[in-house]
């Protein structure tokens, strides 16, 4: 499934233009990557005037940033709906890291920037990102929690672990240029997980 442009229903409360401009960004960024990318190519994608697409986000930056947001809570919300159809702790590490990393990184291969649509470019991108980073870790957080003492004792807590899982998994994305490698550093990050939490 492909993660990034497969998002057509918006995760927030965006208005029906708001989220054209936001699918068009996505389709311009992952062709032209996120420095060469112009509001005009935005616009013209979203089928939009420049004027409409600056009166609805102000900017380039804050196109960005929102499209960061976008992303992480289409993220979260295919993940909740596969956590789902999960027996254990297992099942779940392997749903997130296909979408979140797997499906996303096959995206991103073929870019000029292997970072496009998660490097922070921008101060409000950074914010965005951050934002998306704590609610993957406090959705992680709530699946840990009933492994709290098993947790306690391999020296760590539940916010903490959830906070390892989605920094690695993200970075990884970012900073991995071999598919292989990826496999087998998110398969290292799962057995660490499962060792800590004491699951399976």
């Known amino acids: 499934m492909n993660t990034l442009m497969n998002m057509h229903v918006a995760p927030r409360d965006l208005t029906d233009t708001e989220t054209r401009i936001i699918n068009a960004a996505i389709e311009v960024i992952l062709k032209f990557g996120p420095r060469k990318t112009t509001m005009n190519d935005i616009a013209e994608a979203a089928g939009l005037t420049r004027q409409t697409v600056y009166a609805s986000f102000g900017g380039k930056d804050n196109v960005l940033a929102e499209t960061?947001?976008?992303?992480?809570?289409?993220?979260?919300?295919?993940?909740?709906?596969?956590?789902?159809?999960?027996?254990?702790?297992?099942?779940?590490?392997?749903?997130?890291?296909?979408?979140?990393?797997?499906?996303?990184?096959?995206?991103?291969?073929?870019?000029d920037?292997?970072?496009?649509?998660?490097?922070?470019?921008?101060?409000?991108?950074?914010?965005?990102?951050?934002?998306?980073?704590?609610?993957h870790a406090a959705m992680w957080a709530e699946q840990l929690a009933p492994c709290a003492e098993k947790l306690e004792r391999a020296g760590t807590t539940?916010?903490?672990l959830?906070?390892?899982?989605?920094?690695?998994?993200l970075n990884l994305k970012k900073t991995e240029g071999d598919k292989g490698k990826l496999h087998e550093q998110l398969s290292v990050l799962n057995a660490s997980v499962l060792s800590m939490a004491g699951r399976r």
């Open 113 to 135: 920037d292997p970072q496009v649509l998660v490097s922070n470019h921008n101060e409000a991108e950074r914010a965005a990102y951050q934002e998306v980073c704590e609610q």
């Open 162 to 169: 959830a906070q390892l899982i989605v920094s690695t998994s």
């Open 68 to 111: 960061v947001r976008f992303i992480g809570k289409r993220h979260m919300s295919q993940v909740s709906v596969a956590w789902e159809y999960c027996a254990n702790l297992t099942e779940k590490l392997q749903a997130y890291a296909r979408i979140v990393v797997l499906d996303a990184y096959d995206e991103m291969t073929g870019e």
């Open 158 to 160: 539940a916010n903490r």
